[in-house]
């Protein structure tokens, strides 16, 4: 079984600074993925950035990078220089084998001006 | 352009009342599911399809059925609605089975049962 855990319901930043959603997961395949989507208000899901689980390197899109900590099964996202477009709700995924996705509860993101 | 298009955006019906939500992908993915998004709770697998004629459930099926008939298509039915299966639905599609492929979503559908 896999489960994904978004601690933080609600995280508020100032526009122009950085933050960071946490993420911690668990899974028993050996074979996964990481996903963080963005929802905007217009509930359109949106892949910001997408993280291998072989690969140590953590990945980097733009403004968006993540912190990929396997052995304590943490996949934090970090959103650099903070835009008011980034104000949305975040959830984290898992994928495994078998193609479906498990979300987190996710993260109510606020830009403040 | 690469698109799954769900019909209808939104939609206001009656308990027992039985309805469809299409679902349709251009992009010959072999790879189809249907989510559904409650507050607080995030998105939760209804049902899922590796190919056509070759479907199983999700986390969430109980009320739900769904067909595969084509490649591109893959309904979602409810037989008979109950206002608990009020929700925001997704349908999602990629190329095939596996972690790492991307998923396409549909814009969402908006369903309330009264």
């Known amino acids: 079984a896999q489960t994904v855990t978004q601690s933080q319901p609600e995280m508020s930043v100032q526009e122009a600074e950085t933050v960071t959603l946490s993420c911690t997961y668990d899974?028993?395949?050996?074979?996964?993925?990481l996903f963080w989507y963005k929802q905007p208000p217009s509930r359109q899901m949106i892949l910001v950035i997408r993280q291998e689980a072989y690969k140590q390197q953590n990945a980097t899109e733009n403004r968006f990078s993540v912190n990929f900590q396997k052995a304590a099964k943490s996949f934090s996202l970090k959103i650099s220089d903070s835009q008011l477009g980034d104000a949305a709700m975040y959830f984290c995924?898992?994928?495994?084998?078998?193609?479906?996705?498990?979300f987190g509860k996710g993260t109510k993101l606020s830009v403040k001006p | 352009e690469a698109q799954v298009t769900q019909n209808p955006r939104y939609l206001i019906t009656v308990t027992g009342k039985k309805l469809t939500v299409t679902c349709s992908q251009n992009?010959?993915?072999?790879?189809m599911s249907w989510y559904r998004q409650d507050p607080g709770l995030g998105l939760r697998q209804i049902y899922y399809s590796m190919n056509v004629e070759v479907t199983d459930k999700g986390d969430v099926p109980e009320g739900y059925k769904v067909s595969r008939k084509e490649k591109r298509n893959f309904p979602l039915i409810l037989e008979s609605p109950s206002p608990n299966q009020t929700s925001l639905y997704f349908c999602?599609?990629?190329?095939?089975?596996?972690?790492?492929?991307?998923?396409?979503f549909g814009e969402g559908s908006w369903l309330t049962v009264v």
């Open positions: 992009m010959n993915h072999e790879y």
């Open positions: 899974t028993s395949e050996s074979d996964y993925y």
């Open positions: 999602a599609s990629s190329l095939s089975v596996g972690g790492g492929n991307t998923i396409y």
């Open positions: 995924a898992v994928g495994g084998s078998q193609g479906n996705l498990i």
